[in-house]
Structure formats: structure tokens, C-alpha cells
């Protein structure tokens, strides 16, 4: 009933679909509650309801979060000139197209959800596998939701500003106020947590139109002094570029987003590639402009020093319709949030179905089927690094660790080409894109560190390495702590939660 309760929370996740999905898989988990015989086959077939357009939107509506609104500073910082600026942005472009076109291999040749976790399972076997879920679960995805928390504070802070630097704490204040709604949302019902993403996917669009247009408008005008000259004081050093594409990269994170879904996609083997092939190259045209856009109204100097570019950018050109711009962008960060949050409860449920995690993190709540203690963890991890992180540096931090295992997809679809040879593969990419984005991925992991060697790149390796202390004793030898099943059982009357198994009796 798990995989019902989750059913519900999977087909709730294309943005774009009017009717939220949760209703029905959510009505299935309930149903299935009371034909305990029916699980296995339901557990394995989620419905079938996201199709082209909502496989699109969902690509989309994921990627278009923060990053456009708030890493144009930091990117131009690192490259020195909006021309090699302009080049990096496009690149991250062409290289989630490419990784996105590996996925879409993996994806229809496996077509269980969990993505990455589903493919090292199948090409390296369960310890990798569960060092990837250890990683999500403890840093990657609470990472993505701190960045996108601290960008909607920041953003909610700064409408209220006039171009000056918003005080720390306030912005952090807010960050943790938006996580707690969004956990409480989260919480409360998977149908909620999916209007919630419709409705703030369709603003997100609105955000970025305005920029397009207001940019657009200024062009005419000609405005266009500041796109001369656009490769003066770039700076050539591997190790900015690197970190460049890192801020870049994050503005584009969520290409592999549908893979996540793969269960429920009609048709996957022409859509998943379909809505790749459409939705990724849409987004790098729609950041093409919006870059452009900022430069019709600020000099680069101007772009760098900018706490917040796009609100820099709406009270130059909105006028008396300046608080547009912070609205729209404080609306579509939560929406990420939302969906980013929404997003890691899959992944326990991934993980949880072959016993990789605690027990507790797999739990429901009783009454409403949302996977509250994963999200509560989650978001408690989240918190923490809200309080200690800065926007950039978490940024770096999570980068480095997604684009180790991005590359170790890579490694994975080359190995079964090799190992299962005979698979059947809907799709197949041409084997030249793979390498390609590995090799990409070995700079952007090595890049950084040999640039400039911080010790954080240190720990995080050996904090993903560190996860076989737990996996050995724990998932291979079953190993059971007696206190923790004591505390187990507080957690699950405190919380009205159960395991799935035992709620069927
Ligand atoms: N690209 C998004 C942004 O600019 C962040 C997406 C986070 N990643 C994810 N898989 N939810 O804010």
C-alpha cells in the first residue's frame, strides 16, 4: 500500500495536468488497503497518465526554478564577461540535452521510478545503489531544497528593499518559514501537494515572459551598450570555468526529472524521449533571452553586484508594477521547493522498497498516506543547512556530489551495453553522448578541486563512501539495533505513523 499511497504522490507529478493525479492513485492505495491480494500488481502498475505535454511541463516546470532568477551574478563573477558568460549558459544547455538523451536510455530500457538509484541496481548491483539513496536522501536533495528555500527568502526579503542588501538573518528567517509550509503542505495531502505544483508551474511561465518581453522592449529602445565588447577581462582558468558551470548547471538541474516518473508516463518509450528532445532546448532558448534581458538594463558590473538580478531588473523596467517581478519569483521558487520536496519522498520509497533505509523513513501517516517521516527528515537536514549555508556554497556542495552520480549513470548505461547487451532498448543513444558527458562530468568533479583544493570537496567523498559503514552491518547483514526499535515505535505513535505491511492486516 505504500507503493498505492506513493502511486498517488508519483501520479500526482505532472505539473502540467489539469486533474491532480493523487486523487486517483491515492483512491488506489486506499482500495488496495482493502484487497490486500492486489498489491503486487499495483504496486507495479502506477496509471499511466502523464503524456507528452504533461511529460514537457513536468521537465520544465522543474528546471525553471531559482537558478535564472538568482545565478546570472555569480556565473558572470566567475567568468569575467557576459560573452563567455553567454557560452556557459548555452553549454549547460547542450549538456543536460546530451545527459537527458543518456537518460532517456536508461529510462526506457528500466522503467522502474527511482532513477538513478534503479540503474546502478541493475548495472553495479546494491551497495552503489544504496550509497546513491544514502546521498540523496542525506545531502543531495535537502541541498536543492535549502538553495531553493534561501532563493525564495532572499527574493520575499528583497521586495521589500529598494536595491540594497537584504540583512542575512531575515532571508534565512523566511527560507525556513517557506520550508515549513511546504513540509505542512507536503504533509497534510498528496492532492494538495500537487495543485500547489500546477498552479505555481503556471506562474513560473508568467516570471519568465515578463523578463523576455520587458527585455525585449528595451532592445527596441536600444538598449543594447552593454552587449558590446562581450569577451573583454574574461578569465581563462580551468577551475572558474568549472565552477561556473557548476552555478550554470544548477539553473538547469532537473533535466533528469521525468525519469523519476517513468512508471507513469504513457508510453514511455516515444514519449520520454519526445519530451526531452522538446523540453530542454526550450529552456535554454527561454535563458538565452532572460540573460539578454538582464543586460538591456544593467551594465555587467551592475549584473555582479546585484543581490538579486531580477528584482534590479523589474524596478528598472515594470515601473509602478516593480513588485511583479519579486512575486513571481518568490512564487515559482516555492513551487520548486514544493516539487523538490514532493520529489524526495519518492526517492525513500524507491530505496525503502529493497530495505535500504530506515525503516521509519518509509513509513505513512496512518490516515492521510503521505510519507511524513521521510519528508520531516528531509526537511530537518534541509534546515540545518539553511542556518550554516550560503546560496553559492551549497550550490558547489551539491553540484560536485549530483554530477558524481550523473557521471556514474553514464558508467552505467555504457556497462550494460557491454553486460546486457540483448536488453531491450526503445531507445537508443548514439554511444559517442555518454562518453562524452563523462569525460564532462570527470572535469566537473576534478575541475573545482584541483583549482582550488577546499576540504569540503573532501568530505563530501568521504561522506558518500562513509554510508558502507551503515550499508554492511545494516542492509547486508540485517543487523538489528534493540534501543532503536524503542525509539522506531515512539516515532510512529508521535507522528500516527505505520509501515504499510502491518496497515493491510
Ligand atoms: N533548476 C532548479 C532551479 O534553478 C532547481 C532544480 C532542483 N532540482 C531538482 N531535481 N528538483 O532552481
Known amino acids: 500500500s505504500l507503493c498505492g499511497s506513493l502511486g498517488g504522490l508519483d501520479g500526482g507529478f505532472g505539473d502540467g495536468e489539469g486533474t491532480p493525479g493523487g486523487t486517483e492513485g491515492g483512491a488506489a492505495g486506499q482500495d488496495k488497503l482493502e484487497r490486500p491480494g492486489a498489491i503486487e500488481d499495483d504496486a507495479i502498475h502506477l496509471k499511466r497518465r502523464v503524456g507528452l505535454i504533461s511529460g514537457v511541463a513536468l521537465i520544465v516546470g522543474t528546471m525553471i526554478g531559482s537558478g535564472i532568477f538568482v545565478s546570472p551574478s555569480g556565473l558572470l563573477e566567475r567568468t569575467g564577461s557576459i560573452g563567455m558568460s553567454f557560452v556557459i549558459w548555452m553549454a549547460c544547455g547542450l549538456l543536460s540535452l546530451l545527459g537527458a538523451l543518456s537518460y532517456a536510455e536508461l529510462g526506457t530500457m528500466n522503467t522502474s521510478s527511482g532513477a538513478e538509484y534503479a540503474y546502478f541496481m541493475d548495472a553495479f548491483g546494491a551497495p552503489p545503489a544504496f550509497l546513491f539513496s544514502w546521498a540523496s536522501t542525506l545531502v543531495l536533495k535537502p541541498s536543492q531544497m535549502a538553495i531553493i528555500c534561501l532563493s525564495f527568502g532572499k527574493y520575499a526579503v528583497e521586495a521589500f528593499v529598494f536595491e540594497c542588501e537584504p540583512p542575512e538573518i531575515v532571508v534565512?528567517?523566511?527560507?525556513?518559514?517557506?520550508?515549513?509550509?511546504?513540509?505542512?503542505?507536503?504533509?497534510?495531502?498528496?492532492?494538495?501537494?500537487?495543485?500547489?505544483?500546477?498552479v505555481f508551474t503556471a506562474a513560473k511561465l508568467v516570471a519568465v515572459l515578463i523578463v523576455v518581453l520587458g527585455g525585449a522592449y528595451k532592445m527596441i529602445e536600444g538598449n543594447t551598450q552593454h552587449l558590446m565588447q562581450p569577451f573583454k577581462n574574461t578569465k581563462y582558468s580551468i577551475g572558474n570555468i568549472a565552477t561556473a558551470f557548476y552555478t550554470g548547471l544548477w539553473a538547469y538541474d532537473g533535466w533528469n526529472n521525468l525519469n523519476y516518473v517513468t512508471e507513469e508516463i504513457k508510453n514511455p518509450s516515444r514519449n520520454l524521449p519526445r519530451s526531452i528532445v522538446i523540453g530542454i532546448p526550450l529552456v535554454t532558448i527561454c535563458y538565452a533571452l532572460i540573460n539578454i534581458s538582464y543586460l538591456t538594463v544593467m551594465s555587467p558590473m551592475e549584473m555582479m553586484t546585484s543581490e538579486a538580478v531580477a528584482v534590479t531588473f523589474g524596478n528598472r523596467v515594470l515601473g509602478v508594477m516593480a513588485w511583479l517581478m519579486p512575486l513571481s519569483v518568490t512564487v515559482s521558487t516555492f513551487g520548486s521547493a514544493n516539487g523538490t520536496l514532493f520529489a524526495a519522498g519518492r526517492l525513500c520509497f524507491a530505496a525503502s522498497r529493497e530495505g535500504h533505509l530506515l525503516d521509519i523513513l518509509s513509513y505513512v501517516h496512518i490516515r492521510r498516506y503521505t510519507p511524513s517521516p521521510g519528508l520531516i527528515f528531509h526537511s530537518l537536514i534541509a534546515g540545518a543547512m539553511v542556518m550554516y549555508g550560503t546560496i553559492d556554497s551549497l550550490?558547489?556542495?551539491?553540484?560536485?556530489?549530483?554530477?558524481?552520480?550523473?557521471?556514474?549513470?553514464?558508467?552505467?548505461?555504457?556497462?550494460?551495453?557491454?553486460?546486457?547487451?540483448?536488453?531491450?532498448?526503445?531507445?537508443?543513444?548514439?554511444?559517442?553522448?555518454?562518453?562524452l558527458v563523462l569525460v564532462i562530468s570527470v572535469y566537473l568533479i576534478i575541475g573545482p578541486i584541483v583549482d582550488k583544493p577546499t576540504i569540503q570537496y573532501l568530505y563530501a567523498t568521504f561522506f558518500i563512501l562513509g554510508g558502507m559503514v551503515f550499508y554492511i552491518p545494516f542492509v547486508h547483514y540485517k543487523l538489528r539495533i534493540p534501543f532503536m526499535d524503542g525509539v522506531t515505535v515512539f516515532l510512529q505513535m508521535l507522528l500516527e505513523v505505520a509501515p504499510t505491511s502491518t496497515m493491510l492486516e
Open 172 to 198: 534565512k528567517m523566511v527560507a525556513l518559514l517557506a520550508m515549513v509550509v511546504i513540509l505542512y503542505v507536503n504533509c497534510y495531502s498528496v492532492n494538495l501537494a500537487t495543485s500547489v505544483q500546477n
Open 395 to 435: 550550490i558547489d556542495f551539491f553540484s560536485f556530489t549530483a554530477w558524481m552520480f550523473y557521471g556514474g549513470a553514464m558508467v552505467a548505461l555504457i556497462v550494460m551495453r557491454h553486460t546486457k547487451p540483448n536488453y531491450p532498448r526503445p531507445y537508443k543513444v548514439p554511444i559517442i553522448i555518454p562518453y
